[in-house]
Protein backbone atom coordinates (compact mmCIF):
# COMPACT_ATOMS: atom_id res chain seq x y z
CA UNK A 1 0.00 0.00 0.00
CA UNK A 2 1.27 3.51 -0.70
CA UNK A 3 0.17 6.92 1.00
CA UNK A 4 1.37 10.57 0.04
CA UNK A 5 2.95 12.73 2.13
CA UNK A 6 3.03 16.65 1.98
CA UNK A 7 5.49 18.74 4.05
CA UNK A 8 5.99 22.34 3.73
CA UNK A 9 9.83 23.89 4.64
CA UNK A 10 10.38 27.45 5.41
CA UNK A 11 13.54 29.47 4.73
CA UNK A 12 13.23 32.42 6.97
CA UNK A 13 15.74 33.04 9.79
CA UNK A 14 15.56 29.77 11.81
CA UNK A 15 15.81 27.69 9.02
CA UNK A 16 13.07 25.70 9.75
CA UNK A 17 13.06 21.75 7.95
CA UNK A 18 10.73 19.59 6.73
CA UNK A 19 7.31 20.19 8.28
CA UNK A 20 4.31 17.45 8.09
CA UNK A 21 1.10 18.37 6.63
CA UNK A 22 -0.62 16.07 5.63
CA UNK A 23 -0.97 12.35 4.22
CA UNK A 24 -3.50 11.67 1.42
CA UNK A 25 -4.19 7.54 1.01
CA UNK A 26 -4.10 8.32 -3.15
CA UNK A 27 -2.56 10.83 -4.87
CA UNK A 28 -4.52 14.34 -4.47
CA UNK A 29 -6.22 15.98 -7.12
CA UNK A 30 -5.05 19.56 -7.93
CA UNK A 31 -8.20 20.26 -6.70
CA UNK A 32 -7.44 19.66 -2.95
CA UNK A 33 -3.93 20.30 -2.99
CA UNK A 34 -5.63 24.06 -3.82
CA UNK A 35 -7.67 23.71 -1.09
CA UNK A 36 -5.63 21.62 1.30
CA UNK A 37 -2.89 24.29 1.04
CA UNK A 38 -4.46 27.76 0.13
CA UNK A 39 -2.31 27.99 -3.54
CA UNK A 40 -3.20 28.99 -7.32
CA UNK A 41 -4.11 26.25 -9.46
CA UNK A 42 -0.37 26.47 -10.89
CA UNK A 43 0.97 26.08 -7.36
CA UNK A 44 -0.90 23.03 -7.02
CA UNK A 45 -0.12 21.74 -10.42
CA UNK A 46 4.14 22.14 -9.09
CA UNK A 47 3.14 20.56 -6.10
CA UNK A 48 1.94 17.48 -7.82
CA UNK A 49 4.61 17.09 -9.85
CA UNK A 50 7.09 16.85 -6.31
CA UNK A 51 6.92 20.58 -5.18
CA UNK A 52 9.82 22.18 -3.71
CA UNK A 53 11.08 25.34 -4.14
CA UNK A 54 10.96 27.26 -7.88
CA UNK A 55 12.55 30.70 -7.03
CA UNK A 56 13.35 32.66 -3.78
CA UNK A 57 10.16 32.03 -2.05
CA UNK A 58 9.61 32.05 1.71
CA UNK A 59 7.79 28.75 1.53
CA UNK A 60 7.00 25.83 -0.05
CA UNK A 61 5.39 22.25 -0.58
CA UNK A 62 6.82 18.82 -0.95
CA UNK A 63 4.35 15.55 -2.11
CA UNK A 64 6.36 12.30 -1.98
CA UNK A 65 4.83 9.27 -2.24
CA UNK A 66 5.91 6.51 0.63
CA UNK A 67 5.48 2.46 1.35
CA UNK A 68 3.00 2.09 4.12
Not at 21 to 30: L, R
Not at 41 to 62: F, K, N, P
Request: overall charge negative.
Amino acid sequence: MKVWILTSEYNDYDQHGEVFEGVFAKKPTSAQIQKFCGITESGADHVLAGGGRQRHEDSWYILKEYDA
